[in-house]
């Protein structure tokens, strides 16, 4: 079993729909937790940072850490066609960058 | 403020020559970090300096991989010989210091033919 796991897509759904994008770990000792955003041909930019369990709202974006179950979830309300890239979820045991474990990224296509 | 900055953004080589790749980190940021990307995957870290000294290079190949930072600011990644394994996006990151937000670069894609 990987570490963490997360499903690659790609999900297409349609402009104005809320997205639900996931992840689950098996490592208890993650305390940090994160999702990154990537455009094509682009690096990885920071979206969401939440410590430890509950929600986290940023806009149009909410994380939720659920970690009696290891499952994370990022969604994403009134979603836009500048929405699609590829999220990956990370996450680490200390905290900021160091020893991030990635999930392989979830490829989401907003239709407009 | 200027972000981090990579290159080559492209390289094509065969098996068994040598590459080497370039990172200019955020001014002022001590920790900087090399990631491999491989196509459908996400990022794994392959080396991590703290200033000018390795913090963390376990899962660096260190029989054909190695990775200098010198005077704590610009890094190099070198690659010698490289196989067909290797084709992959390396990613440059940053941060201030330890635990805090890295920042990306835009990746050097390696294609090893």
């Known amino acids: 079993q990987k570490e963490v796991e997360q499903d690659p897509g790609p999900l297409s759904v349609p402009e104005g729909a809320i997205v639900s994008l996931n992840c689950t770990y098996s490592n208890s000792a993650f305390q940090y937790f994160m999702w990154y955003r990537q455009y094509s041909r682009k690096g990885p930019e920071l979206l969401m940072y939440t410590y430890s369990s509950g929600n986290k709202e940023d806009g149009r974006f909410t994380a939720q850490v659920d970690k009696s179950s290891k499952y994370i979830s990022l969604f994403i309300r009134d979603s836009q066609p500048s929405d699609s890239a590829t999220y990956l979820c990370?996450?680490?045991?200390?905290?900021?960058?160091?020893?991030?474990?990635f999930g392989k990224g979830t490829h989401l296509i907003i239709q407009p | 403020e200027a972000g981090v900055a990579q290159s080559p953004r492209y390289k094509i080589i065969e098996k068994r020559q040598s590459v080497a790749f370039w990172c200019n980190p955020i001014s002022g940021h001590a920790t900087l970090y090399w990631y491999q990307q491989i196509l459908g995957q996400g990022p794994k870290l392959l080396i991590q300096f703290q200033n000018n000294g390795v913090v963390d290079d376990s899962q660096l190949p260190k029989d054909r991989f190695s990775a200098e930072r010198l005077k704590g600011v610009d890094s190099t990644l070198k690659i010698q010989p490289a196989k067909l394994e290797d084709s992959a996006v390396y990613l440059c990151?940053?941060?201030?210091?330890?635990?805090?937000?890295?920042?990306f670069g835009q990746g050097t894609r390696l294609t090893v033919v």
């Open positions: 990370a996450m680490s045991v200390g905290g900021g960058a160091d020893g991030l474990t």
């Open positions: 990151a940053s941060s201030l210091m330890k635990n805090t937000e890295a920042f």
